[in-house]
């Protein structure tokens, strides 16, 4: 409320509404409310009244001991001065540091910068080129009444420290050099327990402030000046914001007044309706015995429940038909195992048999490979010696017509033989030409046919290649098929043909204890989509770990892997991870992906087990994954300025993956293989694409026949032509050897024909020998040719045998599948019966359970009936009739009480309205009283601020009256309180008559003495530890400043418990001499260029 404010505001001046009139109060009362009577009664004592001070105005409490200056204004070091308890005077030339000294205390005592009218502003005080400077006062602290004298002692020492930047530390220590305190608050706290006020111009009057005045042309400015000094003008402040208070107050208290009138409506409204209130005892009691009769007819029902429940558990127990299917659907599983493991066996034989018989084919086709070459070989040894016994009978013929010629012809035969013989080679060498034309185009054919040729083998490599991934696609299709077709009955065979069968093993394992952890998976299996959509997306991303299984240590891999043995191959076996299992998932709170309109692949997902949510997240990351539909939007998201934070990747919902600089297409289309909804439609969408792929390898397949076919033409076509380009390089190499025997025979010359007989016995011989090897050669290509066939003979029986069990091998197959599809249609008939027993079993036991449960509310339910009524009742009425009732009752109970209000919410609404009420109408009569109080006071308070102003102003003109027959001046003061100004007149001696008598027709040194003597007026009307006056004698002559020093001197020694402090540049060699005088000579510094002179 608004009157603790005002309070506290009108004990707010206490702490500088001291006695003004040389009586100062106690420092130790500052309790609310407490009033200055006796303070205000003292204005008009006499001025002859003994300046003594009261006990606590000792002249040890609050004066200055000492004041130490470092780096401050233009001095590196000044002090520590020691100043006296009495009369000091600080003496030196200008820019020895007096004035630093003056305007230091008041920065020290917390003054600041503009108070000492030296700077704006803190940092100018320090020294140039320094970064700081430290001022050190000590304040004495002794007498009866010290400030906090326990903790302080008998000195309180405060040191600042002002920083090149303008800011000001202040540390408040102990006599023994402890750090006290470092805050303002205590530093004003210590000033006010003192009376020290650094910008009241009585206490410390710089050299600036006495300019101001002497030089002021306004009389308004005088009276603030006096208004200051004697700390009226803060009472005056204090007053007027303690009337604008009170108006805010009154004000609130109109606005109370109003509250007032509604709480007083308030309460009326709630006693009427108190008053209002009927009785509703007689419904209230019929309800108790409506709920009697509830309660026992509760009963009577869970008693029913009971016995239907008993006879419902004998005729459970009565059937047996589930046994009997188990028992005859696991004889057919056995005779199906049985059959399938005789096959399983049989194909393990004839696959051995198999292998045995692919060994012996490649062996047999090495060995045909290395006879093939060895008969090969001996074709060239035999078909080389019967080309050269053709050559020596041919030589032999040629000698025998030699020898022939040359014993029965002549001359003239050899000339007619040479014209022969040169018309024979003219004939070769033009048969030679057409040859070797012939020869030119066949070569150009070939190479044409050859060109030909690689063109179609290119085209049918290619169309093979296309057919083969049609092939593989078809095969994959089908299988799916086939998976799709298993799943219809079990959706695990998504994951692998023998995916059941693996899980069955590892739930027997673990119930054998041989799992320390039951291993979880396949992942695909645990997991589901939110929105069936999301599919492509999110098994593009997850694809390679739907298959996993996760176990909790390395023990259980171990197991698992021996248990997938069975089932997969050692390359294809699903993939294992290893981690330890855990309860909660992971703490994503700063490591997924949040983005407003698209969901992560986590979100997603439906996941029940938090070991899957776990391993997804190590294995895949799939909190800092994205799924966002569009292309574009997915590369804008990703690719754009900022990414979403924590996300390393999205999946389109045509599975494309969005890195922030790439992007990826999958080559074919993703199709949905373990996520997907409908097996029905799956099954649908796969028969139809089988059925394209079997189109398309149709087509594929009559292209590669008509393509296969060109190329059979097109190389029987360059094997026509090869051999006629053959027989036509044999023919012209006759040709040559035909013509160079010719020109041979020409060029020899006469043979003697007994030489040529032995060339001819000679070549003979040769002939018998190549017969010889000829012979040899045939007999050793006969034996090859033997050999090779036994071993292609035997290669054939191989190849008809492995067709043979291939065939067979394929009829097993058919044969284990169809056992395989058997077993597993009983396995899924026993599981349904085994399931349906269970059922049988657990819906038993449930109902046992049930019983029990019924049973024991039954008994519970009588209980809570016999303790709201001991007696059974008759029941005639079911307990839905007695339930209408009951709610008719309340509802009617209810209407009452909503219209009239609850009785005990009345009776308390009530008393509250009326606390309320007279509650704050006790404070609004409290405050009207307290305001009322506060008027009376403020009169009297105004009147006592008046009578204190007055007596002030008239102490004020009697001292400075006074001061002005020492100067044998005339002198007066004129207050005109009403237009608030102060006139000062002085007339010098010897113009006593003058008409004008301003302060401006006096000299300097009168004007300074005048200032004086105003200020020791003020002195005497004030109160204050010390006192400090600054050059207050440089415009006064020798005169008046020997009369001003002796007023000051005769001022202290009245005032010998007060401190005052001087600042002279003048010389004191004519002081007197006295122990209560201190002086402190100050040396000229040396000045550097750079620095501010004083």
């Known amino acids: ?30 309790t609310e409310g407490e009033t200055h009577v006796q303070e205000e009664e003292a204005v008009h004592e006499e001025e002859e009244e003994d300046h003594s001070f009261s006990s606590s105005s000792t002249g040890d409490i609050g004066v200055i001991e000492s004041i130490t200056l470092k780096n401050f204004m233009s001095h590196h070091l000044l002090g520590p001065f020691e100043f006296g308890p009495n009369v000091n005077f600080i003496v030196g030339n200008n820019g020895s540091g007096k004035s630093a000294i003056l305007t230091a205390l008041i920065v020290g005592l917390g003054g600041k910068a503009t108070t000492t009218n030296r700077g704006a502003s803190l940092k100018g005080f320090v020294k140039y080129g320094e970064s700081s400077a430290d001022i050190k006062v000590k304040l004495k602290n002794r007498g009866t009444d010290p400030y906090k004298g326990e903790v302080y002692g008998d000195s309180i020492c405060i040191e600042h420290r002002i920083t090149s930047d303008g800011c000001r530390t202040c540390k408040i220590k102990s006599k023994t050099g402890h750090v006290v305190s470092t805050k303002k608050e205590e530093l004003t706290a210590i ?68 509250c007032l009138k509604d709480l007083r409506q308030l309460f009326l409204q709630k006693k009427e309706r108190y008053e209002r209130l009927s009785p509703l005892d007689d419904m209230r009691q019929t309800l108790e015995d409506l709920k009697k009769k509830m309660a026992w007819c509760l009963v009577r029902e869970k008693e029913w429940q009971v016995e239907q429940l008993k006879e419902q558990i004998e005729k459970e127990e009565s059937e047996c038909k589930h046994e009997e299917k188990l028992q005859l659907c696991q004889i057919k599983v056995s005779t199906a195992e049985k059959r399938l493991q005789d096959i399983q066996k049989k194909l393990c034989t004839v696959r051995q048999e198999q292998d045995c018989l692919l060994e012996e084919s490649r062996k047999l086709k090495e060995e045909i490979k290395v006879k093939t070459k060895a008969q090969k070989n001996q074709e060239v040894v035999y078909f080389r010696a019967e080309n050269k016994l053709k050559q020596l009978e041919k030589e032999q013929c040629l000698l025998q017509e030699r020898i022939h010629k040359i014993s029965h012809g002549g001359q003239r035969s050899l000339e007619t033989e040479h014209t022969q013989h040169l018309n024979k080679i003219s004939a070769y060498k033009k048969q030679l030409e057409r040859l070797e034309g012939d020869s030119s185009a066949l070569n150009q054919d070939i190479k044409d046919k050859q060109q030909a040729l690689l063109k179609g083998r290119e085209e049918y490599d290619k169309l093979s290649v296309e057919e083969k991934n049609i092939q593989v696609s078809l095969e994959s299709k089908l299988k799916r098929r086939k998976q799709l077709m298993a799943s219809r009955s079990n959706r695990l065979r998504r994951f692998g043909d023998h995916m059941p069968e693996l899980l069955d093993s590892i739930d027997k394992a673990f119930a054998q204890g041989r799992f320390i952890k039951k291993p979880v998976g396949p992942i695909g299996a645990c997991i589901s989509l939110k929105d069936p959509s999301l599919a492509v997306a999110v098994e593009s991303c997850i694809r390679g770990f739907m298959k996993t299984f996760c176990c909790d240590n390395y023990k259980d891999e171990k197991v698992l892997q021996g248990l997938m043995a069975p089932y997969f191959p050692k390359g294809s076996r699903p993939q294992i991870m290893v981690c330890p299992f855990t309860d909660r998932v992971y703490n994503l709170q700063n490591r997924g992906v949040h983005h407003p309109e698209f969901p992560s692949v986590l979100d997603s ?72 909804g409908d097996p029905e439609a799956e099954i649908r969408l796969v028969e139809s694409e089988v059925e394209n792929n079997q189109a398309q390898l149709s087509r594929f397949q009559l292209h ?5 076919e060109d190329i059979q033409f097109l190389e029987e076509k360059l094997r026509s032509v090869i051999m006629a380009s053959k027989k036509n390089q044999e023919s012209i190499n006759k040709v040559k050897a035909s013509i160079t ?91 349904i019966l085994e399931k349906k027993l269970k059922s049988h079993q657990e819906n038993i036991q449930e109902l046992r359970a049930e019983l029990a449960l019924k049973t024991e509310e039954a008994q519970d339910f009588e209980a809570k009936a016999t303790e709201i009524c001991p007696v059974r009742q008759r029941l005639d009425r079911s307990a839905k009739s007695i339930d209408a009732e009951i709610t008719r009752l309340w509802q009617k109970i209810s209407t009452q009480e909503s219209s009239h209000g609850n009785k005990e919410q009345v009776i308390r609404e009530y008393a509250e309205a009326h606390s309320n009420y007279k509650s704050k109408s006790s404070q609004l009569r409290d405050l009207k009283r307290f305001i009322d109080r506060l008027d009376n006071i403020m009169t009297d308070r105004q009147i006592r601020y008046k009578l204190l102003r007055r007596s002030l102003s008239v102490r004020c003109k009697l001292y400075f009256n006074d001061f002005m027959i020492k100067l044998q001046c005339c002198g007066s003061m004129m207050f005109d309180h009403n237009n608030e100004t102060l006139s000062i007149s002085v007339k010098p001696p010897g113009r006593e008559n003058d008409t004008i008598s301003d302060m401006r027709s006096l000299s300097g040194g009168e004007r300074s003495f005048s200032t004086v003597c105003f200020i020791l007026s003020l002195w005497e009307i004030t109160e204050s530890p010390f006192r400090c006056l600054d050059e207050f004698d440089v415009y006064m002559d020798m005169h008046n400043r020997r009369i001003s020093m002796d007023l000051l001197l005769e001022l202290s020694e009245r005032q010998h418990l007060r401190q005052f402090i001087f600042i002279t540049p003048q010389s004191t060699s004519n002081l007197p001499k006295s122990v209560h005088i201190k002086i402190h000579q100050l040396q000229d510094p040396e000045r550097e260029p750079e620095e501010d002179v004083h």
Not at 210 to 223: G, I, N, P, V
Not at 242 to 255: H, S
Request: glycine share 2%; aromatic share 6%; hydrophobic share 30%.
């Open 1 to 30: 409320m608004r009157w603790n404010e005002v309070e506290h505001l009108s004990a707010m001046n206490k702490r500088k509404s001291f006695v003004h009139n040389g009586v100062k109060p106690s420092k130790t009362p500052r």
């Open 191 to 258: 000033l006010d327990h003192f009376s020290i006020q650094v910008d009241n111009p009585v206490s410390i009057l710089n050299q600036e402030m006495s300019k101001q005045f002497l030089h002021s042309k306004s009389e308004a400015d005088k009276y603030k000046f006096f208004m200051k000094a004697t700390l009226l003008e803060q009472m005056k402040r204090d007053y007027i914001h303690i009337k604008q208070t009170k108006a805010v107050t009154r004000d609130q208290v109109e606005r109370q007044e109003e």
């Open 605 to 676: 997902l439906n996941i029940e087990n938090p070991v899957i949510t776990n391993c997804l997240i190590d294995m895949r990351g799939v909190e800092s994954i994205l799924i966002i539909k569009e292309k574009a939007c997915a590369r804008k998201v990703l690719q754009g300025s900022r990414p979403p934070r924590n996300c390393r990747e999205a999946f389109t919902a045509e599975g494309d993956q969005v890195f922030t600089h790439r992007y990826y297409t999958p080559e074919n289309e993703v199709l949905v293989k373990y996520l997907g």
């Open 704 to 708: 590669l026949s008509s393509v296969k």
């Open 741 to 831: 025997e010719l020109e041979n025979i020409e060029e020899t010359e006469a043979e003697d024909i007994s030489s040529l007989e032995e060339d001819a016995q000679e070549n003979e011989q040769k002939i018998e020998s190549e017969k010889r090897n000829v012979k040899e050669a045939e007999d050793e290509l006969t034996n090859h040719e033997k050999v090779l066939m036994n071993i292609n003979q035997k290669y054939k029986d191989v190849k008809n045998k492995l067709e043979q069990l291939s065939d067979e091998t394929e009829q097993l197959k058919e044969d284990q599948v169809k056992a395989e599809a058997e077993c597993s249609k009983l396995d899924q008939t026993m599981k």
